[in-house]
């Protein structure tokens, strides 16, 4: 059972930088997929970032040109850079690895962006 922990959130003013980290348990090698989630109070967990085995990645229309995901195989490491945060990007991110159509998730990490 792989174990996903999420760390580098917390607030930040608007127009400011994140980087928040999932640290994997197992080899993120074995892993089909990589990606980061959000949620806020009363809404669907949404895909924010998602980078494949063969390292194509796709991004929410939302945080196109904001946010770039990247991976560190040697650290089991996935990362999600954040820039020009905005106050929609407050939520708690959720870090999922997919592996042989299994899905394991992090506990998540708070973002809070103030105006």
């Known amino acids: 059972q792989m174990k996903l922990v999420e760390s580098g959130g917390g607030l930040v003013e608007a127009g400011g930088s994140l980087r928040l980290s999932c640290a994997a348990s197992?080899?993120?090698?074995?892993?089909?997929?990589m990606g980061w989630y959000r949620q806020t109070p009363g809404v669907q967990r949404d895909l924010v970032a998602r980078?494949?085995?063969?390292?194509?990645?796709n991004y929410a229309d939302s945080v196109k040109g904001r946010f770039t995901i990247s991976r560190d195989y040697a650290a089991n490491t996935v990362y999600l850079h954040m820039n020009s945060l905005k106050s929609e990007d407050t939520a708690v991110y959720y870090c999922?690895?997919?592996?042989?159509?299994?899905?394991?998730w992090g506990q998540g990490t708070q973002v809070t962006v103030s105006l």
């Open positions: 999922r690895a997919d592996r042989r159509w299994r899905e394991y």
């Open positions: 980078i494949s085995r063969d390292g194509s990645t």
């Open positions: 197992e080899s993120i090698f074995s892993t089909d997929a």
